[in-house]
């Protein structure tokens, strides 16, 4: 992506758009129906990946480098192939050569095409080396111990600005590599962009404002690691039954991988386990798949909790350097970021999760006349970065929404009192909605729904916020509240595309079938009730079925917070296609004109006779009788804009001053995510995210040794938060209405992550005095930042 120099700012403000909450007018719509997976899941039907059983299936296990980088001279497999049970062994002396994104992106995907299945160059503590499929998982582990290799052992770099500076290893240097942005510099990605002028607006702030802020590793840690099944169905084409986020990106990617064609794959996803990103990338199918293609015989590859860690993806740890100047009013007239990502030892990902660092946190304060935002990722000898829920605006919210606070205590302003000033409203836009998409430019839009303003105001009621803000205890445990506020995006505006089928069945039932995946989000029952909302069933009557290549239509997964409104959105035109259909054949057998008609319950009404005929006697009518035709609909949705849900988050902690440790001990969310399809479930995305979010804030880490090795890859060693660790938490829907979306939806799943960690870190500061500008916030890094804060008083 080339760098942009102040784009045209819209010639007038953007027309405000009224905001409404139609919500109370539905049936089906805003209500907490049953999950239509719900008894299936509890009792334990619901068939994952592994539930179901193959005959002569083979397990695959891989044997991985223990360099962080190096050149494999020397590949034996003597050994390994002469042990009883081994079937097939794989490498990059005996697998094609086809370099390739494991990023489960929109094609042409912006990520560079810089891995191949095997290679002779491995990159860090964890790379591939070989694969072994055998009659059991112990028969495949002790080949791979029998393999030999020899490696000419390189320098590594564990640093990413390190790794940019003149004179780092290489870490790509292969003649083949596309997309990298500057592979001899370690440069996988690079964005820029700037409206007005930055350094002309800093000069002429009453007040400059610039830190640095760290974020490091984090594993998505799904309950189900990742899991991919192959065989051959009876046409010989290749079955992946696969844990993935993006079944359609997975067939097309392993197409390309394998060298054969996209109809010679089937792609199903059954049920799955968690995600969260970590399974919008497509690295072990066609390994799986190679397997029974040269064997013929079904295979299997399940990850161990380690191998989650170290052989899987991560969040991109990030360094933000932020700059804002302000006015002596509080009024921001510039904004400045520059992110720095480490992107691993290859760049899935790299360029669009820094753009996201940069792209949803700076149009939160729209009215800085002057935005600077420079995004590099770098490769580094370590383990790779991909998609992690947040997307980068985790990281860009961090450094924002901590500088807030420090902006606000400079200024002697509360930090609601700044933030009320600088945020944008509904009808406003920004001018980084143009110029800095995913990848690429973005789209210009206004905000046609926004309750920022109320969600301020109500979390501020709920967590007493006067009164705590004041009051911090006697003695050493001291307590604080902190804020933040965020805001995301509802899919990625002119790339993202969802297509649904509804078929209506002789009993009144309908078909739903979509390529949108669930990955217990409760997206199968989401999507059920729009369909069931705009053909007047109740949701029961909605039969749906997703993520099958063969027979569902294409969607491009679940992520960047797209299912709901992009998804939802080809169900809905799908949907009401139907009904016009069923309301002309309605209109034949009463005689009466379509307009005249209604759908109710599962009946077409007549407006003026009252009489009325059911779905099922219409479906027998089209199917049997006169102009005979099936009762469907295909249709596909696509937005070129990504409205935004809005949230403020507020943390209470108590910071033991002796010890360091900090103990959250409340949390409120108050979140506008339009209408809320099914809003237990909305609130259950929120407060997973903002679980999620909080861990990541107080414990979670990957730690290395010298060697660059992860010595803590297990979940004794790795500490993650669940239930046992839930603070007191409040979770409140601000309804507005987004018009853009279907029924007046916008997203949710994403947002609440990128919360805790500022908000908790401000509560931090609140409570004793000491901002810190690195996650996670341990007993130790506190305890440190206490005694450096007091060692002058104490001199």
Aim: hydrophobic share 40%; glycine share 8%.
């Amino acid at each position: 992506m080339s760098p942009v120099k102040s784009p045209a700012r819209p010639k007038k403000p953007a027309r405000p758009v009224k905001s409404r909450n139609s919500a109370a007018g539905f049936k089906v719509v805003n209500h907490n129906v049953e999950k239509v997976d719900g008894i299936c899941l509890a009792t334990g039907v619901a068939q994952f990946v592994d539930d179901r059983k193959f005959p002569g299936l083979l397990f695959i296990k891989f044997l991985y480098s223990p360099h962080a980088h190096a050149r494999i001279t020397k590949i034996d497999t003597t050994h390994a192939e002469q042990l009883k049970g081994v079937r097939c062994i794989l490498h990059y002396g005996n697998v094609p050569r086809v370099l390739h994104t494991t990023a489960g992106q929109g094609y042409p995907e912006p990520s560079p095409y810089d891995a191949a299945m095997f290679d002779s160059k491995v990159r860090y503590v964890g790379d591939r080396v070989a694969a072994v499929a055998a009659e059991t998982s112990d028969i495949a582990e002790e080949a791979c111990r029998l393999i030999k290799v020899e490696y000419d052992v390189l320098p590594a770099v564990f640093d990413p600005e390190e790794a940019i500076k003149a004179g780092a290893p290489v870490i790509h240097d292969e003649p083949d590599l596309r997309g990298a942005h500057d592979a001899k510099r370690n440069m996988a990605a690079h964005v820029g962009i700037e409206v007005g002028s930055v350094e002309k607006g800093l000069a002429k702030a009453d007040h400059r404002f610039e830190d640095r802020y760290e974020l490091g590793y984090a594993q998505h840690c799904p309950i189900e690691p990742h899991v991919c099944i192959t065989y051959l169905d009876d046409r010989d084409r290749l079955v992946i039954r696969t844990s993935t986020q993006v079944p359609f990106h997975a067939r097309r990617i392993c197409a390309q991988v394998l060298q054969i064609p996209e109809g010679q794959i089937r792609v199903i996803k059954p049920r799955i386990g968690g995600g969260f990103g970590a399974k919008q990338e497509v690295f072990l199918e066609y390994v799986a798949g190679l397997v029974t293609l040269r064997t013929r015989r079904p295979a299997k590859i399940e990850q161990t909790r380690a191998e989650e860690f170290y052989a899987s993806r991560t969040r991109h740890p990030h360094i933000v350097n932020m700059r804002i100047g302000v006015k002596k009013n509080g009024m921001i007239e510039t904004l400045d970021m520059k992110a720095l990502s480490n992107t691993g030892a290859y760049g899935t990902h790299s360029l669009t999760v820094v753009c996201n660092c940069g792209s949803k946190a700076l149009p939160l304060y729209n009215k800085a006349k002057n935005v600077g935002f420079i995004g590099e990722a770098a490769y580094t000898n370590l383990p790779v970065g991909g998609a992690y829920r947040g997307y980068g605006g985790t990281q860009g919210f961090y450094a924002l929404e901590s500088m807030m606070d420090d902006i606000a205590e400079k200024l002697g302003m509360d930090p609601l009192a700044l933030r009320r000033k600088n945020h944008i409203r509904l009808g406003e836009s920004s001018p980084v909605f143009a110029a800095l998409g995913e990848g690429k430019e973005g789209y210009d839009q206004a905000m046609a729904s926004c309750k920022l303003s109320e969600c301020i105001d109500i979390g501020e009621k709920e967590i007493n916020w006067a009164v705590e803000r004041k009051n911090h205890g006697r003695g050493p445990v001291k307590t604080g509240v902190g804020c933040a506020i965020l805001m995301q995006g509802s899919g990625i505006p002119g790339i993202d595309m969802g297509g649904a089928t509804v078929k209506l069945n002789e009993d009144g039932s309908f078909n739903l079938l979509v390529g949108a995946t669930d990955l217990g989000t409760g997206s199968d029952t989401v999507l059920a009730q729009i369909a069931a909302e705009a053909l007047a069933v109740p949701v029961g009557k909605i039969l749906i079925y997703s993520s099958d290549t063969d027979f569902t239509p294409f969607d491009v997964g679940a992520y960047a917070s797209s299912t709901t409104y992009i998804s939802g959105g080809a169900v809905k035109k799908a949907a009401e296609n139907v009904r016009r259909q069923i309301l002309s054949v309605a209109a034949e057998i009463l005689s009466e004109k379509a307009d005249n008609l209604a759908c109710s319950d599962g009946h077409v009404v007549s407006k003026k006779t009252k009489k009325k005929i059911s779905y099922r006697n219409i479906s027998l009518r089209s199917l049997y009788s006169r102009n005979q035709f099936q009762i469907e609909a295909t249709e596909s949705h696509v937005s070129y804009v990504s409205p935004p849900p809005f949230a403020a988050h507020f943390a209470k902690v108590a910071v033991d001053t002796e010890t360091g440790l900090v103990k959250l001990l409340k949390y409120v969310m108050t979140v506008d995510c339009g209408v809320a399809i099914h809003p237990k479930l909305a609130e259950g995305q929120a407060e997973g995210a903002a679980m999620n979010g909080i861990s990541y804030a107080l414990t979670e880490e990957f730690i290395f040794n010298a060697r660059g090795a992860m010595v803590n890859a297990s979940f004794l060693d790795y500490k993650l938060f669940s239930t046992r660790d839930l603070p007191e938490m409040k979770t409140i829907l601000v309804p507005s209405y987004e018009p853009n979306g279907p029924f007046g939806a916008k997203s949710i799943a994403e947002i609440n992550i990128n919360g805790p960690a500022p908000a908790i870190g401000n509560a931090i500061k609140n409570a004793c005095g000491v901002r810190l500008r690195s996650i996670p916030y341990t007993p130790e890094k506190v305890l440190k930042a206490i005694r450096r804060q007091s060692a002058p008083a104490a001199a």
